[in-house]
T-cell receptor, first 116, second 114 residues
Framework: GAGVSQSPSNKVTEKGKDVELRCDPI?????LYWYRQSLGQGLEFLIY????????KSGLPSDRFSAERTGGSVSTLTIQRTQQEDSAVYLC??????????????FGNGTRLTVT | TQLLEQSPQFLSIQEGENLTVYCNSS?????LQWYRQEPGEGPVLLVT?????EVKKLKRLTFQFGDARKDSSLHITAAQPGDTGLYLC??????????????FGQGTILTVHP
């Protein structure tokens, strides 16, 4: 596709349930990032995949959060036993390489997660 | 933890006025990016500044990177209603981290009234 695609665009779930968020990066982009954005706020880094290297998971807020990237393309962010504080917009971004001035990030439109 | 303090958090002005948004940090960044985000969409990159003291212009928008590469500003001349949105600064490469592992400011919500 032309851009980064995320699904679903909106997700409402009950506290304690697991959710999976999907990201389809731009074709050929080797780097993929997940960020979290609270209402009207800046973005918080969660996790980063670069090619076949081990992902940088340093931003994941707890062990309830995990992500995988299959075949170097599609990524899934999983949140187990969701809590109300997990409510946010989850944004995925991809870039041809490791970001940088010649490899800017292209963001999807995000998944708005609401935990009731 | 590298922090980027962005100010002001909210800005409500009339069409035609000028405005400046500031982004400050105690950390040195390899580069600093400015994004604009509209409701329901992801951030879109406006500009990347790399060199200390660098100034870049994008039509009515002027971006400056501080000499020490710790701060940046965005100045909009003669603001228009179409400039309304959330403006975000983001620093990259502090402490040798990945360029894509950006540190974002809290954002400035700009509203330009006709």
């Amino acid at each position: 596709g032309a851009g980064v695609s995320q699904s679903p665009s909106n997700k409402v779930t009950e506290k304690g349930k697991d959710v999976e968020l999907r990201c389809d990066p731009i074709s050929g982009h080797t780097a993929l990032y997940w960020y979290r954005q609270s209402l009207g706020q800046g973005l918080e880094f969660l996790i980063y995949f670069q090619g076949n290297s081990a992902p940088d998971k340093s931003g994941l807020p707890s062990d309830r959060f995990s992500a995988e990237r299959t075949g170097g393309s599609v990524s899934t962010l999983t949140i187990q036993r969701t809590q109300q504080e997990d409510s946010a917009v989850y944004l995925c971004a991809s870039s041809p390489r490791d970001g940088g001035i010649r490899s800017p990030l292209h963001f999807g439109n995000g998944t708005r997660l609401t935990v009731t | 933890t590298q922090l980027l303090e962005q100010s002001p958090q909210f800005l409500s002005i009339q069409e035609g006025e000028n405005l400046t948004v500031y982004c400050n940090s105690s950390s040195v960044f390899s580069s600093l990016q400015w994004y604009r985000q509209e409701p329901g969409e992801g951030p879109v990159l406006l500009v990347t500044v790399v060199t200390g003291g660098e100034v870049k212009k994008l039509k009515r928008l002027t971006f400056q990177f501080g000499d020490a590469r710790k701060d940046s500003s965005l100045h909009i001349t003669a603001a228009q209603p179409g400039d309304t949105g959330l403006y975000l600064c983001a620093g990259a490469g502090a402490g040798g981290t990945s360029y894509g592992k950006l540190t974002f400011g809290q954002g400035t919500i700009l509203t330009v009234h006709p």
